[in-house]
C-alpha cells in the first residue's frame, strides 16, 4: 500500500475515532440529571424479550431487489444468502429466474467444502436450479474472471466483507479492510449496468448542527423497496457490515463517496460513487441464511468483535 494512500485513510480513521467519541460525550452530557422514569410493568411488557424492541408497525424490511434484475453475489462464503435468495426468497422475489443470479466464492471449491461442508450440498441445489456458481473469484479482481468481460449485472452484492488477515492490531486491520473495500469498488465499477440514477428514496435532511453531508445517516431506512425504479435504472453495490466498531471506523460511506487518490501510477482511481440509501439488513428475512467468518474454524462466529448494534446495508451507484 503507498505511503500516500496509508496516510489518508489514517487520517479518515482518526478523524471517525475523533467523532465517534464527540458523539458518545454529548450522549453521556444528555443523559446527566435525567431522573430514571418509574412506569407500571404490565403483562404485556412483561411477555417481551429482555434487550428487544417491538418493531414499528409502519415498518417494512428494504428489500433491495426486483425479479428482474441480474444479480451478482462475492464473497458467499458457504452459498446460503444465494439460496435464501432463490430457493426460498422473501416476498416479491418468487419470480426471480435463478438463471439471474451468478454466485461466487474466493476460495477454491475443495477448500470451501472443507472449510463449510454445509457449502456442498448447497452448491448442488443451486445448479440444479440453473443458477450460476463460481470458485475462486477474487471480489477486487472481478475483470480477470474468464467469461466476466462485457458482462453487466444490476446489482453486485458483498454480505459482510473481510480481508482475513487475523491481523491483531486494529489500526492495521482497520487499514487493510479500507483496501479490500476501495479495491473492490474499483474493480466492480467496470460490471454495473449503465442508465438513469434508480429511484430509492429521498435521504432525510439533516439539521445544520449535525455530522457533516459526506456521512451517512444511520437513521435513513426506507420503508419501501425498489417497485418505483425504473427498469434500465444504472447498476448498484450493496456492502453490508456491522454497524459498530471496529467496522464503523472503514468508513464505507466516505471511501465510496471521496476516494483517495492513489499513489502509484500504475493503479486507476478509484470512481467516485452516490450513496442511495442504507437500512438495516434482517438476516432472519433471508430464510436458512447463515453468516460465515472468513476463517473457517471461526465458522459460527464465535467471538466479540462486532456484538451489539445491527447488521446494516449500504447501497451506492457510480457518480454522473
Known amino acids: 500500500m503507498g505511503k500516500g494512500l496509508k496516510a489518508a485513510l489514517k487520517s479518515q480513521q482518526s478523524r471517525l475515532k475523533a467523532k465517534e467519541k464527540a458523539q ?3 450522549h453521556a452530557i444528555s443523559l446527566k440529571g435525567k ?3 418509574t412506569e407500571p410493568i404490565s403483562n ?3 411477555s417481551k424479550p429482555k434487550g428487544k424492541e417491538a418493531p414499528l408497525s409502519n415498518q417494512r424490511p428494504t428489500i433491495p431487489f426486483q425479479p428482474t434484475d441480474k444479480i451478482l453475489l462475492v464473497g458467499e462464503g458457504n452459498f446460503s444468502f444465494a439460496r435464501a435468495l432463490i430457493v426460498q426468497p422473501p416476498s416479491g422475489l418468487e419470480n426471480l429466474p435463478p438463471t439471474n443470479v451468478t454466485a461466487t466464492a ?3 471449491e475443495q477448500e470451501c467444502y472443507d472449510k463449510y461442508p454445509e457449502a456442498e450440498e448447497i452448491v448442488m441445489e443451486l445448479r440444479s436450479r440453473g443458477a450460476e456458481v463460481l ?3 477474487d471480489a477486487t479482481k472481478l475483470e480477470k474472471v474468464p467469461g466476466f468481460k462485457g458482462r ?3 446489482r453486485i452484492v458483498w454480505n459482510f466483507p473481510h480481508a482475513g488477515k487475523g491481523i491483531t492490531d486494529q489500526d492495521r486491520n482497520i487499514l487493510s479492510n479500507q483496501v479490500l473495500i476501495l479495491d473492490f469498488l474499483r474493480s466492480a465499477s467496470k460490471f454495473l449496468k449503465s442508465g438513469p440514477v434508480p429511484l430509492v428514496h429521498k ?3 439533516k439539521k445544520a448542527t449535525e455530522v457533516d453531508e459526506d456521512e451517512m445517516d444511520p437513521d435513513s431506512d426506507e420503508p419501501s423497496n425498489r417497485a418505483s425504479t425504473p427498469v434500465a435504472a444504472r447498476g448498484t453495490i450493496l456492502i453490508t457490515l456491522r454497524n459498530v466498531p471496529p467496522y464503523t471506523l472503514w468508513g464505507l460511506p466516505r471511501l465510496a463517496k471521496k476516494p483517495p487518490q492513489p499513489t502509484s501510477a500504475n493503479k486507476h482511481p ?3 460513487y452516490t450513496q442511495l440509501r442504507s437500512f438495516v439488513f434482517h438476516r432472519d428475512l433471508w430464510a436458512g441464511y447463515e453468516h460465515r467468518m472468513t476463517k473457517g474454524e471461526r465458522a459460527h462466529g464465535a467471538g466479540k468483535t462486532g456484538e451489539g448494534g445491527e447488521d446494516r446495508t449500504w447501497e451506492f451507484c457510480l457518480r454522473d
Open 152 to 154: 453487466k449485472w444490476d
Open 203 to 205: 435521504p432525510k435532511r
Open 44 to 46: 404485556s411488557s412483561k
Open 24 to 26: 458518545a460525550a454529548a
Open 135 to 137: 470458485f475462486r473469484v
Open 270 to 272: 478509484n470512481p467516485p
Open 35 to 37: 431522573k430514571p422514569q
Open 106 to 108: 474466493y476460495d477454491a
